[in-house]
């Protein structure tokens, strides 16, 4: 079965370093999203992607954050100057369809630790 | 904007028994999805079950079934014939079917512990 892969698994880092997190998502798939789950707690939509550009993002997608989808297969996800409560799991989801109907496949996450 | 909210933040069953995790909604939209997600300690996302708003039939997946009553917005999951596999954190989720390519709204989780 096709699968959304993440890379790191696991990265420790220093405040005020950048951070890539990286995602190839399903071949197929056309929209793409990053998600950030605090450990103990929901998991928080930051922004979703089409066609190349930004469709949606949330509050907590501000300038430190941006997303790119440097080739014809990976997406990722860098974080300016991270800060401690950057922390969190970071999952990558793709889905191959606009239609809410459509289910979107979640990759395994990567952990980010801030220190 | 669509809120979800789980009230039990921790459920516990025995093997074999039967459990029901509750979920509630709030919506202005008539045409949405539900998704009832678990995520055990590997932390993977995993679908369990998806309710489209539009059917008035409840979605069953196996063990798996939900009793989704729109009026009252609301979208518990019924675990039937528990299982040690079962036990994980369960996220209900939203998704509007107004926008293309919306994003999943999360439910804040029940973690649910299955006895032996």
């Known amino acids: 079965e096709p699968e959304v892969t993440q890379t790191p698994s696991h990265q420790v880092t220093q405040m005020g370093q950048e951070v890539i997190l990286r995602c190839v998502p399903i071949s197929n798939h056309l929209y793409f999203y990053w998600y950030r789950q605090i450990l103990g707690q929901k998991v928080e939509f930051l922004v979703s992607f089409y066609n190349n550009e930004i469709s949606e993002k949330s509050e907590i997608f501000d300038d430190q954050f941006s997303v790119e989808r440097p080739d014809g297969s990976n997406f990722t996800l860098k974080i300016r100057s991270t800060k401690l409560e950057d922390s969190a799991m970071y999952f990558c989801a793709s889905v191959q369809g606009g239609s809410g109907a459509n289910v979107l496949t979640f990759g395994a996450g990567s952990r980010l630790t801030v220190l | 904007a669509q809120t979800v909210t789980q009230s039990q933040p921790e459920m516990s069953v025995q093997e074999a028994e039967t459990v029901t995790l509750s979920c509630t909604y709030d919506?202005?939209?008539?045409?949405?999805?539900l998704f009832w997600y678990k995520q055990p300690p590997s932390r993977q996302m995993i679908l369990v079950i998806r309710q489209e708003a539009y059917k008035q039939q409840n979605a069953t997946e196996n063990r798996f079934s939900v009793n989704f009553q729109k009026a009252a917005k609301s979208f518990s999951l019924k675990i039937s014939d528990s299982q040690l596999g079962d036990a994980a954190m369960y996220f209900c989720?939203?998704?509007?079917?107004?926008?293309?390519?919306?994003?999943?709204?999360f439910g804040e989780g029940t973690q649910l512990t299955v006895n032996p």
């Open positions: 919506t202005s939209e008539s045409d949405y999805y």
């Open positions: 989720a939203y998704r509007s079917a107004w926008t293309s390519g919306s994003r999943l709204t």
